[in-house]
């Protein structure tokens, strides 16, 4: 299977200032047909996740443009520009690039 | 409104079995892969299974092969997991999800609609 490793898994952040969270796969995510599928998903306290970016890099319609998605391979970053309260929760990649599909640990942003 | 509604989570004894409902709405159902994806109490998530647009592919997380069945009723818009020998590590939120993947366009894994989740508690 496929491992996928989150850091930081605990992101203290502060509004307005940027926040990163990496993203690391045990195999190149690479697919047969060329595509990365690399997602992200944000799952704020007590809500059902929410997908925010697709095949690496695709923001969903309604994703505010702070959130940014990219990387390559084995290595993949979700970054947001500048944060606000609405950004706090856990936070989880995935791939989708062989069965089974795997998640992240998860990372758990709070404002300072 | 697209969205989707779980049921039929409960209480049940280790050993013992339960069938898991989604209701879809407002969406061509029979044109997409679906997922059930889980959550242990205050632990990350868990992919637990797919199943293609006509039910014949079917994948599983290793540790519910064999114990756990995936299906869908196109007819009736609705996708179950129905859940046998089950233990207590499988006490969870269940989630389903639909899988952004369709005839047209497949962008695996990207989960772009989540219902509310029911909860599944195994324990004596």
């Known amino acids: 299977d496929v491992v996928m490793t989150q850091s930081p898994l605990f992101l203290p952040a502060t509004l307005g200032q940027p926040a990163s969270i990496s993203c690391r796969s045990s195999?190149?995510?690479?697919?047969?047909?060329?595509?990365?599928?690399l997602n992200w998903f944000q799952q704020r306290p007590g809500q059902s996740p929410r997908r925010l970016i697709y095949?690496?890099?695709n923001r969903d319609s309604g994703v505010p443009d702070r959130f940014s998605g990219s990387g390559s391979g084995t290595d993949f970053t979700l970054k947001i520009s500048r944060v606000e309260t609405e950004d706090v929760g856990v936070y989880y990649c995935m791939q989708a690039t062989q069965w089974p599909y795997t998640f992240g640990q998860g990372t758990k942003l709070e404002i300072k | 409104e697209v969205q989707l509604v779980e049921s039929g989570g409960g209480l049940v004894q280790p050993g013992g079995s339960l069938r898991l409902s989604c209701a879809a709405s407002e969406f061509t159902f029979s044109s997409y892969w679906m997922g059930w994806v889980r959550q242990a109490p205050g632990k990350g998530l868990e992919w637990v299974a797919d199943i293609r647009p006509d039910g014949k592919d079917k994948q599983y997380l290793d540790s519910v092969k064999g114990r756990f069945t995936i299906s869908r009723d196109n007819a009736k818009n609705s996708l179950y997991l129905q859940m046998n020998s089950l233990r207590a590590e499988d006490t969870a939120v269940y989630y389903c999800a639909r899988d952004d993947c369709s005839s047209s366009v497949c962008n695996w894994g990207a989960f772009d609609i989540w219902g509310q989740g029911t909860l599944v508690t195994v324990s004596s």
């Open positions: 195999q190149s995510l690479v697919y047969k047909d060329g595509k990365t599928y």
């Open positions: 095949q690496v890099s």
